[in-house]
């Protein structure tokens, strides 16, 4: 569970479900305004939140670390969990990503679901492509957030 939603005890979570699906549920359970400031903040600090959680116990917070960058590498799908031994180190996985751009939200959504290899969806082949998704979906992940978790951080683009 999320560290954010201890402040909400009589919130019950559902862990598999999407972040932003789950940020909805609670905004209603706690009566916030869509587009109020105290829902923009909340939904700021709870999607840092779950997204930071969830990139850590499955990646890591070792930005140095060859096993987390082949995990990330095979998630994203661009190397089978089969041919991951070839990537010998953190170059060779960031070589392997040149050209992918990932939605963290989404990422994360498929961490939740348990997905070996997240979906197409939230893969995009440029930062252009990621920015216009983002956009169209509203699924932000920010940069104040990130900075928190170093590792992650060096997956944000600049969104507009």
Not at 107 to 129: C, F, I, N, P, Y
Not at 134 to 147: C, G, H, M, P, V
């Amino acid at each position: 569970m999320s560290k954010f939603l201890l402040d909400y005890p009589s919130f019950v979570p559902r862990p598999n479900e999407p972040i932003i699906s789950e940020f909805n549920r609670l905004a209603v359970h706690n009566q916030w305004q869509k587009g109020a400031d105290e829902w923009k903040k909340n939904r700021r600090l709870y999607i840092g939140a779950a997204v930071r959680e969830e990139f850590a116990l499955a990646f890591g917070v070792d930005q140095d670390s060859l096993e987390g960058w082949k995990k990330i590498c095979v998630a994203v799908g661009v190397i089978s969990a089969a041919e991951v031994d070839s990537l010998k180190s953190v170059s060779d996985c960031e070589k392997k990503l040149e050209g992918t751009f990932v939605n963290l939200v989404d990422l994360t959504d498929s961490l939740r679901r348990g997905d070996e290899v997240m979906s197409r969806q939230g893969v995009h082949k440029s930062r252009k492509a990621l920015s216009s998704y983002i956009q169209a979906t509203s699924k932000y992940f920010s940069l104040q957030e990130a900075k928190k978790l170093p590792f992650l951080a060096r997956f944000l683009i600049k969104v507009g």
